[in-house]
């Protein structure tokens, strides 16, 4: 059973910085592509970052390039997404996701076959 949990949520103000990470378990995620989407209310679920442990491939959403950085440590199957200059229009329910079959870095969330439950960033103004 693959479980992914995210952790590191929370309120912060704008300009500053939260980590995020998301804890796998249940499989060998070597191969996978692991992601970062997030929702806001009333808004469509949206991609935000990926990573392929195995080539260390990244990908981020023109939104947050240059501030946010994705990265994953594999000896204890945890990603992480470093959030800085955050603005309050990042605020939303941050998921991880793992896709098991990646042929690319894919931004679809259909493409992603486990999520996690999510956790809250408020970034206030």
């Known amino acids: 059973q693959v479980q992914l949990v995210e952790f590191g949520g929370g309120l912060v103000q704008a300009g500053g910085s939260l980590r995020l990470s998301c804890a796998a378990s249940?499989?060998?995620?070597?191969?996978?592509?692991m992601g970062w989407f997030r929702q806001a209310p009333g808004k469509e679920r949206e991609f935000v970052a990926a990573i392929r442990w195995s080539g260390s491939w990244t990908y981020y959403a023109d939104s947050v390039k240059g501030r946010f950085t994705i990265s994953g440590e594999n000896a204890k199957n945890t990603v992480y997404l470093q959030m800085n200059s955050l603005k309050p229009e990042d605020t939303a329910v941050y998921y991880c996701?793992?896709?098991?079959?990646?042929?690319?870095?894919?931004?679809?969330?259909?493409?992603?076959?486990?999520w996690g439950q999510g956790t809250q960033v408020t970034v206030s103004s």
């Open positions: 249940g499989r060998t995620f070597s191969s996978y592509v």
């Open positions: 996701a793992a896709d098991r079959h990646p042929s690319t870095i894919a931004t679809m969330a259909r493409f992603y076959d486990y």
